[in-house]
């Protein structure tokens, strides 16, 4: 069964910094593209990040450009997000989610790490 | 970035209905467009991918169509583990953009 543990949520002060994990099993993890997407409280859906299988390639929303990094260590088994600079903007739940073979969809996600920027 | 515009923004409907949401992209995405499932305080769950195709799992119920700009997600029969919030998705271009949702609520 595929399972993905997002974990290292929390309140952090605005400019502060907040590293996430993801845990996967039940997969061939290396084989796969992963992505962390949010949700801000009571809105929609926003994709974050994406990574390659071997982490050669990395694509990020503008909004978080030059403050996030996605990274990943296969021989673990996991996934990160390294958030610095963080906004208020930024509070909201992060999920991490698998791409699916096709390339083109979440075909698995994670419960979610609630992340909060607030003085 | 390519817009993703749905509606209705929310719907009443009783079990047993047929209902119809629509997705419009700002641009044509060929057929480059998904639909995901949110339950609250559940994660997103893929039902329609490439506009038509049904997720493994997916019930018949669930249905996609649509090309280039318009898209349409049919729920033939409503049931009572339908009511949630649905979102469409393009894959065409990053970044892969979604639509603000629709509630789906009982009536």
């Known amino acids: 069964e595929v399972q993905l543990v997002e974990s290292g949520g929390g309140l952090v002060q605005p400019g502060g910094s907040l590293r996430l994990s993801c845990a996967a099993s039940?997969?061939?993890?290396?084989?796969?593209?992963m992505s962390w997407v949010r949700q801000a409280p009571g809105k929609g859906l926003e994709w974050v990040a994406n990574?390659?299988?071997?982490?050669?390639?990395?694509y990020y929303v503008d909004s978080v450009k030059g403050r996030f990094t996605i990274s990943r260590d296969n021989a673990k088994n996991s996934l990160y997000l390294q958030m610095n600079s963080l906004r208020a903007e930024d509070t909201a739940l992060y999920y991490c989610?698998?791409?699916?073979?096709?390339?083109?969809?979440?075909?698995?996600w994670g419960q979610g790490t609630l992340v909060t920027v607030s003085s | 970035d390519i817009q993703m515009t749905q509606s209705p923004s929310s719907l009443s409907a009783s079990v047993g209905d047929r209902i119809i949401i629509t997705c419009r992209a700002s641009?044509?995405?060929?057929?480059?467009l998904n639909w995901y499932q949110q339950k609250p305080g559940k994660a997103p769950n893929l039902l329609i991918y490439?506009?038509?195709s049904l997720q493994s799992g997916v019930p018949l119920r669930f249905s996609g169509s649509g090309s280039g700009t318009d898209f349409t997600l049919t729920i033939s029969s409503l049931q009572p583990e339908d009511f949630a919030t649905y979102y469409c998705?393009?894959?065409?271009?990053?970044?892969?953009?979604f639509g603000q949702g629709t509630k789906v609520e009982i009536k």
């Open positions: 039940g997969f061939t993890f290396s084989s796969y593209w």
């Open positions: 490439a506009a038509s």
């Open positions: 998705q393009q894959s065409y271009s990053v970044p892969g953009t």
């Open positions: 641009q044509s995405i060929s057929s480059s």
């Open positions: 989610a698998r791409v699916g073979v096709t390339g083109t969809t979440w075909d698995y």
């Open positions: 990574i390659k299988q071997d982490g050669s390639e990395k």
